[in-house]
């Protein structure tokens, strides 16, 4: 049986680590820490806070997650799947507010791991991931106009996706076609570099070009400096004020961080899984990026998941195990330490053109066509996801999500549950016509929740009245199990079909449910002896209860 608690990284070092092992892991490490360099300053700046504390999140997250992770080749850090939900968070709560929720997150994530919910993600439906991903790609892309056209506009931008679209058109006339020249040199080099070498990133290389092409040429254009000002070149531990009569204000974002970050990363592993054919721990995982989300704020940090693209680069360039992550996460303290005051030089137009490209790259718009394509079930909850997440808020698209997808798939499921006569549902090759009259076979197909019964109720009550009948054997091998509802309901059924003097029969009952029967009391009122496993031992059982029936009759 598998720990709760079991890093990778353990593992690997127990089984053996060699010299050949570590210069893979070196390279790749190396390799990914200048992918992730202009990633973590661009997620930051997209989310509002200052670009030091994305580096800060890819290193002590990034070196968290890779050191008690229970993935062999995941790459944790700043995603742009937080943008929104950082932002949102900034604005509403401010930079404490920010710190105290993450931390909480990471609380609620190592609960999660704990209570083994690594595998509950799984059900989290596919059409949900999608819609809330592409939502997040299309305000990331739009939250990146005003920088990507140097658009001067006054005041605060609005925070809304439509007002922010109005206060754009609205301000078109001031657009800097030097900011729009760098955005497009960022695009094109960013998509187009990996034809001449995919050792480095076309964004890092990006970066460089056009912040030497400002610096040397004095381009008038807003840089990181003019923004933000200087960047620290120096990490320190700073504890957040908590004021504990308004940690309740903190919960739902603290919530939606965690479950945001716990589909993230391990969608993240389930993919690195398929590249290196290998087998995540999913709970280490989660209690991995609990810890990492609880000491990243501590350092000034912003929230951090497992990263797909990052994750997926290292395992390109020969990651296999978690020292690759360490060394991406030592890669990028370095450059902090040593480089991080050129950093401050980098035009707002180049980051914008990245994260323009990181918007693209997440949409996942085929998967989109796809979905809509398909089941009008599925393309209800894409859509409504999508929609909910860009025009209003991104924890209210995955709580309505998840109860719209748990509403369909009853009304689904509830749509399979069928009462049928022998001649409309049961086995062709099954002979009935030797079954004396006054009994009638009926077999319920579908599990007996309840979502279907009332369905079922309403059904079954009609039959002893719809048909002179005395014995009523009811099939019940295509039930796998029976909820509260569906014992509930099915007592009163047995109530109004005693009550007409028609006996039950039941046929096929597996241990699930004759467990459930006896619990509930209902194997009691049905009679045990009634209760059968299977029909041959159901048809004897009903002639003798028609027997005994006739017999008292006769008296």
């Known amino acids: 049986m598998e720990k709760i608690f079991s890093p990778k990284l353990f593992s690997v070092l127990h089984k053996g680590y060699s010299k050949k092992m570590f210069q893979t892991d070196l390279m790749s490490g190396i390799i990914v820490g200048i992918v992730a360099l202009p990633l973590a300053i661009a997620f930051a700046v997209a989310s509002g806070v200052s670009p030091e504390k994305g580096l800060i999140t890819a290193i002590v997250a990034g070196f968290i997650i890779s050191f008690l992770g229970g993935s062999r080749v995941q790459i944790g ?110 695009i094109f080099i960013s998509l187009f570099f990996k034809k001449i070498t995919d ?64 589909i993230e990363s391990l969608l993240s592993a389930v993919v690195a899984d398929g590249m290196i054919g290998g087998n995540h721990r999913s709970n280490t995982e989660l209690i991995a990026q609990g810890i990492a989300n609880i000491a990243s704020p501590l350092f000034g940090g912003i929230p951090a998941t497992g990263a797909i693209a990052r994750t997926a680069t290292n395992v390109k360039n020969g990651g296999r195990t978690p020292v690759a992550g360490i060394v991406h996460a030592l890669t990028l303290l370095l450059i902090m330490l040593f480089f991080g005051s050129y950093a401050k030089l980098i035009p707002m137009s180049c980051l914008a053109g990245v994260l323009i490209v990181v918007a693209y790259n997440m949409s996942e718009w085929r998967s989109f066509v796809s979905i809509t394509k398909g089941s009008k079930y599925d393309t209800i909850i894409l859509v409504t996801t999508f929609l909910i997440t860009v025009l209003v808020d991104l924890t209210y698209a995955i709580e309505v999500g998840m109860v719209m997808a748990c509403l369909l798939f009853m009304q689904r499921m509830s749509k399979q549950c069928q009462v049928l006569t022998v001649t409309e549902g049961s086995d062709p090759l099954e002979n009935y016509s030797f079954l004396p009259k006054g009994i009638d076979v009926y077999e319920i197909s579908g599990p007996f929740f309840f979502g279907a019964a009332k369905k079922y109720r309403e059904i079954l009550r009609g039959l002893a009245s719809a048909h002179k009948v005395k014995v009523l054997v009811i099939r019940m091998r295509h039930v796998p199990f029976m909820d509260s509802t569906g014992i509930n309901n099915f007592s009163a059924v047995i109530d109004e079909i005693h009550a007409v003097n028609v006996t039950i029969v039941l046929s096929g009952v597996n241990e699930s449910v004759r467990s459930e029967l006896e619990r509930s009391g209902l194997a009691d009122k049905l009679d045990k002896l009634n209760i059968c496993s299977n029909f041959d031992i159901a048809k004897e059982r009903a002639k003798e209860v028609l027997q005994e029936i006739e017999s008292q009759e006769n008296k």
């Open 77 to 186: 850090g700043p995603t742009g799947a937080f943008i929104v939900v950082v932002a949102g968070i900034v604005n509403q709560y401010g930079m404490q507010g920010l710190l105290i929720s993450t931390v909480l997150a990471g609380i609620m994530l190592v609960i999660f791991g704990l209570l083994k919910f690594g595998s509950v993600i799984k059900f989290i439906p596919h059409p949900l991931v999608v819609g809330f991903t592409s939502g997040i790609a299309l305000t990331i892309f739009t939250t990146q106009i005003k920088d990507a056209f140097g658009l001067s506009i006054s005041g605060d931008l609005p925070s809304d996706f439509i007002g922010k679209w109005g206060a754009y058109f609205a301000n078109f006339d001031t657009i800097n076609w030097t900011a729009v020249v760098i955005t497009l040199v960022t």
């Open 199 to 262: 050792k480095i990133p076309g964004s890092f290389v990006a970066i460089v070009l056009t912040t030497v092409a400002v610096a040397v040429f004095h381009l008038p254009v807003s840089t990181i400096e003019t923004v933000f000002g200087e960047i620290p070149s120096s990490i320190s531990i700073e504890f957040p004020s908590i004021d504990w009569s308004l940690i309740g204000n903190y919960i739902q974002p603290a919530l939606t961080i965690a479950v945001l970050g716990a």
